[in-house]
Structures are given as structure tokens and as C-alpha cells.
């Protein structure tokens, strides 16, 4: 019998959930696709949706309660379900693209989606990562899904009926529809998307059901155009009808491609061939189960379990596999970029500014091989767009700010992934320093104002200037520590260092916070470190001040020493939580996230500040970081539908959580340390590619027992409050022991830090 890992109570008579959970072939079973779909406009509790999918799969399907087009798909708190969509969706904000759905019905036949709509009940809904199934109350239909990376197979479960049908709904922007009753196939694409592609976008689809049709249509928008077969319009859909006996059950295959009608075939022939809907689904079972053994930990409380499980989940579905497999097996993507079919990986619907902080570094430790095809991808969006995207979906999207693809470049090849061209994405990364793309989220915008002046100004119409001006910086010591890992001559290494430097052009020694800063070299007037936007970007001066992830002893020395620092930060969490929304007009949601946490003005519903917790351990003060990343641990993250306490953002905020559970934290991406903090769980198995197991054990922790007294690395004494990627790459063991009270020797000393360009 294998190891318990979901449970170490000591009973008499293990009951049958324990049973059921003492193997990894059960995990699965403890994510909550429904974490974070209670969201809203005004107030994020993750503004997810329940993607039924593979890791990274191309295309993800959903339960859709929002109307066509609405960001907001699946809102956990809706009363009807509109249809079952395709979806490529990576945030509300950013919306969807190639989507369609389908939707059965029986009695009198509905077109339109308001109409259509079923009432259903979350009582009557069981969502998995691998399966979906839910009861549609009006029509007595239960639907099922289970998808692959590329195609799904749908059981519909009828009621006695000589009307029962199946909808497909190609959404309007541009659609085609074909019906072939002696094929019992519909075939067509949708064009519909949010911005980000190329004039000749299609995602093409393929339909083929298990039972004769009785009734075939095609519709126009709400109209049903009767005895027509075959549609082009701007909103077009089709309609089959079936006789069906009480508990009937009708398959549907359906696959896609952005590439051509029959690639969509290929596609559905590749991966679902003449499977059944239950083998499909328990292949879907098994990769879900695979990738989440991967980190197996042990613990006695169940929601932890439930919550690192729905977390990690997230974690591996973005970025989205934008390529396809043709006919001779061969790698090829449309572009996104240029519209043309391409060889080669491609990978899409990632924000960098979100993701560069934990996602991509859980990749680069986890799945190496994985980031080696997401830099080949890198490599060829350069070749067809002539920039490195920083939020793509599909193509460039202008979102966000930063130059944080260097970030992941850096991290990747500084940890020893390889297989991809570095050299070009050198190129392309000296290239942002020097220009703007083609929207102001690619390349740098403001970078002729940075390279000259050191900094981006606030009075030069460059919005979001200081928070820009942090973000290039980390980025130009990630560019000197590739560069000088490429062997690139000295003055070119220099450079970057030099301007890795950056951040103190903005620092205002006299409030010990980032300000906004003229050309004229005076800091702009009047200053409000509680000022959300403006110079900053979705935060304020307060959560920017600590984006100094290369040199945090420089910015500990900027502040009057390790002591003043450690005040400073503590200042984050005792202000309450005030702020300024003039520049916005009106409180955005992360305002009213971090508002309402009562964790004063630490924000961790959104990105800039989540590192911030482990610059304690920088001054000397580990046990405060110890502290406060298992005060967010226990606050702020559930496995329910309001479990987060901002926008998931792509993994970001769920890898915050898997990084930190575990005990560590990439708090610099593009060096090879992770900053430790205080393990969760009493033992966490990490199986690396490489076949190597890293184990983080803490055998005395729980909710009072988060303080590092001391720790062993292989049997050793080990005092730093950091790990190195190679030590973990080696396989091993790091104990912990852990107590209720703060510890004011282990991890205190300076030599105990982790890294720092000043240090």
C-alpha cells in the first residue's frame, strides 16, 4: 500500500475518504476548478473560470453563464448556463478569442442565447480539471465533457423526446457553419476575438455525433433558416435535432485548429480516434494525476491539501500551446503574428508582468524541457513580429508595462536550459532597450528618456513612469548577467549593470519611497505614496518601492540600514489601509481587494508587492517573513469559489502560493537562488525531470509552529536563508524545525542573505 500523502491523522478505522486519498492517483480529486469564479468587475476574488482542459492545452472548455462576448464567462453567483464554449481566454481584462459553443435542448427550440439559457444549480455540477458535468434543469439534459489538448468529447444524457437537440453557436465577428447529415458532422470556424490577431484569423471546428440526425439547420443571429444547410454571416450557428429515449445518452467529438479545416480533423482523429467518452475522460485523469504527483505533500489539514492542489492546477494551464502536429507528425503554428503557418513551437496568452515572478521560475525548476519549447516560441514570435511579446493573446496585446521577457530568458539559460537559440533572443532583448514595439506593452516605451536620463520622467507624457523605471532596471541586470554569461564584451556587460542601478535615481531620501521624477531632475509635487497609478502601475508607492528584486542590500542601504528597513517594511502592514484614487476616478478593484484584507496596505491581490514579504530575511529579520507569508498562506487563499484575494493572473497569484507552502521563493528571477520562508506542510516530495527528489520536511508545523529554530540540509547544519537551484537539482533533503516562537539567531546574520548586487 502506498504512502498516505493527503492525510497523517492516526486512526483505529481509516474511513474510506482517507482510503480513497492515500494514492496519488487521487489528486485530481482535490482541486477545485471553482476557485475564484465568485468574482465581479468591482471586486476579484481571482476572475477565474473552471477550465476543463489538459496542462497547457491549446484549447480549454467552460461552462459559459455570461453573455457573448462578456469577459466575465462563468460567474460562479449566475442562475443559467448559456452553452458549453470552447475558450482561449487568459483573463476577463484581456477577453477571448476563437470561441464557440455548443448547448443541447429539448421541447420547443430556442436560438437565441438569452432564451436558450438553462437554469442550473451548483448542487447538480461537478467540476474537474479532466471533467465537467453539470444538469440542465430546463431541458432534464445532464452534459458531460472531457477534453484533450486539441479536441473534447461531450455526453449529452436526454430525457424521452421527439425534440432533442444539439446547438452549436459560431458567435458573431464573422462565422461559417456547414452541416453534413450523411456524416452526421457540422464543420466551420468562428472568427470572433478580442484584438491580437491577424486580418485572416479563423479557428476552424469539426463536429461528428454518434446518432443519425432527425432535424438539420443552419441559423442567422436568432433566425432559423429553414431547409439550409450551409451559412456565412457575421452570426451564424446550426442546429441537429434527434428522437431520443429516456436516458439516452448522444456522443460528440469536436476539435479545432487555427490553422485549416482539416488540421481540425487531423486533430480530432489524433487524440480522441475511436475512443470512448470514458477513456477520454481517464486519460485526462492520468496526465492530471502525472503532473500533479509530481510535488506530493503530506499534511494533517485537508483544506491546505485541497488548496496547494487547486493552486498548482492553475499554475499548469498557462501558457496555452499555440501549435499543432500536421500530417507528418511535424511541429507547425499558425502565427498569431503574421497569419502565416510556421514551424515550430508556439506559446501564448501570458501577461510577463504577472508571470515573470513565479510562474516562469516554476517552470524553469519543474518542467525544463517544457521552458526550452516556450523559449524556441519566444524565438519565433521574434522572427514574425520583430519584438518579444510581453502579454500575448494570441499576438501582441497592449497591456501592461515592463520589458520582463529578458526575465525569463535570463532565468532560463542562467539555470542551465538549453535547446533553443540564445543568441537571437539576445537580440531581441538588446532590441527592446533601444525602441518601442508596435503597442506601448512591447519593447520600451519612454527608453529614449531611461537610456539618457537614467529614469523614465513623470512630466513626458510616459504614463506609469516610475513604476517603468523599476521594471527596466531589473530587467537591464538580468540583460549584464546574460551578457555576461555569453562572454559579451566588458563595456556591454557594464552598461547594463550600470543601468541595473537605475533605481535610485527615483528614490526620494527624504519620504525613503519611489517617487516620480521630472526631466528636470526634481521629484514631481505634490507626493502621495498612497497615489494609486499615475507614476506607478496598478498600486502605489508603497508596493513599487520594494520592485528592486537585484539589489535589495542597495535598497537596504538607501533606507538607513537593516534595522530602518525592517521598519519600513513593517510600515506596510501597520498603515491602515488608505489610498488615492484621483488618477483613476474611482476605486479599481485591486484598490478595494487590499482595502478590505485588513492587512493594512499590502496589497498581494496584485503582483508588484508579493515578493515583498521575503526582503526580510535581506535585513536580518527571517522570522517576519516567516510570519507574514503564513499570515497570506491562512487568510487570503481558500480552495472555494471566493479563494483568492485578487486576479489569479495566469498562475501568478496560485504559484505564490505552491512556492511558498513549500518554504521558498524566486524572489529574483534570473540568479539561482529561491528565499526561503516557512514550509507549510510536513513533508513536500519534489520529483525533478532530471528523476532526482527533493524533500522539504517540517515535522512540528502547524498553525503556531511557523518560526525557523534551525534547519539541516542533507544531515548538515544549514544557516542561509536561501536555496540554490543546483542544490535542489542534486536531490536531497532540507529539515526544518520548526517552533511557535521567533527564533533571533538562525538565518540572521548578513553572510546568511540571499544575494544582492551590492552584497
Given amino acids: ?163 432533442s437537440y444539439v446547438l452549436l453557436d459560431a458567435f458573431d465577428k464573422g462565422s461559417y457553419v456547414k452541416i453534413i447529415p450523411s456524416e452526421r458532422k457540422i464543420i466551420g470556424y468562428t472568427t470572433k476575438n478580442s484584438g491580437g490577431v491577424p486580418s485572416n484569423f479563423k479557428n476552424y471546428f469539426v463536429l461528428i455525433f454518434d446518432k443519425e440526425f432527425t432535424f438539420s439547420s443552419a441559423f442567422h443571429a436568432k433566425t432559423l433558416a429553414k431547409d439550409t444547410l450551409e451559412l456565412k454571416a457575421n452570426h451564424v450557428g446550426a442546429v441537429v435535432g434527434f428522437k431520443t429515449k429516456k436516458g439516452e445518452q448522444v456522443g460528440l467529438k469536436v476539435a479545432s485548429s487555427f490553422i485549416s479545416p482539416e488540421q481540425a480533423e487531423l486533430n480530432l482523429t489524433r487524440e480522441l480516434g475511436n475512443d470512448k467518452f470514458d477513456v477520454t475522460m481517464e486519460k485526462g485523469r492520468k496526465i492530471w494525476n502525472d503532473e500533479l504527483s509530481k510535488i506530493q505533500v503530506e499534511g494533517d489539514n485537508m483544506d491546505q491539501i485541497r488548496t496547494f492542489y487547486s493552486c498548482l492546477y492553475r499554475v499548469l494551464l498557462f501558457p496555452r500551446k499555440f501549435y499543432e502536429f500536421d500530417a507528418k507528425n511535424q511541429i507547425v503554428h499558425y502565427s498569431p503574428y503574421n497569419g502565416e503557418v510556421r514551424p515550430g513551437y508556439m506559446f501564448t496568452d501570458n501577461g510577463f508582468w504577472d508571470t515573470f515572478r513565479a510562474v516562469f521560475p516554476f517552470f524553469t525548476l519543474m518542467y525544463p524541457t517544457m521552458n526550452s519549447h516556450i523559449m524556441q516560441g519566444l524565438a519565433n514570435a521574434y522572427d514574425e513580429s520583430g519584438y518579444l511579446p510581453e502579454w500575448a493573446s494570441p499576438g501582441h496585446r497592449d497591456c501592461m508595462i515592463g520589458s520582463n521577457s529578458a526575465s525569463l530568458i535570463t532565468d532560463s539559460y542562467m539555470k542551465g536550459i538549453r535547446g533553443y537559440d540564445i543568441n537571437k533572443l539576445y537580440d531581441a532583448i538588446i532590441k527592446n532597450t533601444e525602441n518601442a514595439g508596435p503597442v506601448s506593452s512591447v519593447g520600451r516605451f519612454g527608453h529614449e528618456y531611461y537610456n539618457e536620463l537614467g529614469y523614465v520622467p513623470y512630466d513626458v507624457k510616459v504614463n506609469e513612469n516610475a513604476a517603468r523605471t523599476l521594471e527596466y532596471a531589473y530587467a537591464d541586470f538580468c540583460i549584464s548577467q546574460l551578457a555576461k554569461e555569453l562572454k559579451k564584451p566588458q563595456t556591454e556587460v557594464d552598461l547594463y549593470l550600470k543601468r541595473s542601478q537605475n533605481y535610485k535615481n527615483i528614490f526620494d531620501p527624504e519620504t525613503k519611497w519611489m517617487r516620480g521624477k521630472n526631466k528636470d531632475g526634481q521629484f514631481m509635487k505634490p507626493f502621495n505614496p498612497f497615489k494609486w497609478g499615475d507614476a506607478f502601475t496598478e498600486g502605489n508607492s508603497i508596493h513599487y518601492t520594494w520592485s528592486v528584486f537585484q539589489d535589495v542590500k542597495g535598497l537596504v542601504g538607501l533606507m538607513g540600514g537593516r534595522e530602518a528597513f525592517v521598519q519600513k517594511l513593517d510600515t506596510v502592514f501597520t498603515l491602515p489601509p488608505i489610498f488615492d484614487d484621483s488618477y ?153 524545525n520548526l517552533t511557535s516562537q521567533p527564533s533571533k539567531t538562525w538565518g540572521t546574520k548578513p553572510e546568511n542573505a540571499p544575494f544582492s548586487l551590492s552584497k
Fill in 1 to 163: 500500500m502506498k504512502k498516505i500523502l493527503c492525510c497523517l491523522f492516526v486512526l483505529i478505522n481509516v474511513s474510506p475518504l482517507f482510503a480513497q486519498l492515500s494514492s496519488s492517483a487521487n489528486l485530481v480529486d482535490m482541486v477545485n476548478p471553482l476557485m475564484g469564479t465568485q468574482s465581479k468587475f468591482s471586486l476579484s476574488s481571482g476572475n477565474t473560470y473552471p477550465a476543463i482542459a489538459m496542462p497547457w492545452g491549446m484549447n480549454f472548455w467552460m461552462p459559459q453563464t455570461g453573455k457573448m462576448g462578456d469577459g466575465w464567462s462563468y460567474m460562479y453567483d449566475a442562475e443559467k448556463i448559456r452553452g458549453f464554449k470552447q475558450t482561449h481566454q487568459p483573463s476577463p481584462w484581456i477577453n477571448d478569442y476563437g470561441q464557440f459553443s455548443v448547448l443541447p435542448i429539448t421541447g420547443k427550440l430556442k436560438i437565441d442565447e438569452e432564451s436558450r439559457a438553462s437554469w442550473f444549480s451548483h448542487k447538480a455540477e461537478v467540476a474537474k480539471p479532466h471533467y465537467y458535468k453539470v444538469y440542465l434543469a430546463d431541458y432534464d439534459v445532464t452534459t458531460e465533457i472531457a477534453p484533450t489538448e486539441r479536441a473534447a468529447q461531450f455526453r449529452f444524457t436526454f430525457p424521452k423526446s421527439d425534440s
Fill in 584 to 736: 483613476y476616478g474611482f476605486p479599481i478593484h485591486e484598490i478595494r481587494e487590499m482595502q478590505i484584507m485588513n492587512m493594512g496596505n499590502y496589497a498581494h491581490g496584485n503582483q508588484p508587492i508579493q515578493h515583498m514579504i521575503y526582503l526580510y530575511n535581506y535585513a536580518g529579520a527571517p522570522s517576519k517573513a516567516q510570519y507574514w507569508s503564513r499570515e497570506v498562506m491562512k487568510k487570503l487563499y481558500q480552495a472555494t469559489p471566493d479563494g483568492y484575494c485578487g486576479d489569479e493572473d495566469n498562475g501568478q497569484t496560485s504559484a505564490w502560493y505552491v512556492f511558498s507552502s513549500l518554504g521558498f521563493y524566486p524572489v529574483t528571477p534570473g540568479t539561482t537562488q529561491y528565499v526561503i520562508g516557512s514550509p507549510l506542510f510536513k513533508k513536500a516530495t519534489i520529483t525533478l525531470e532530471n528523476g532526482k527528489k527533493f524533500v522539504v520536511e517540517a515535522p512540528a508545523t502547524s498553525d503556531k509552529n511557523m518560526y525557523i529554530q534551525g534547519a539541516t540540509m542533507n544531515g548538515k547544519a544549514y544557516a542561509n536563508t536561501f536555496l540554490e537551484h543546483g542544490d535542489i537539482l542534486k536531490g536531497g533533503n532540507i529539515q526544518f
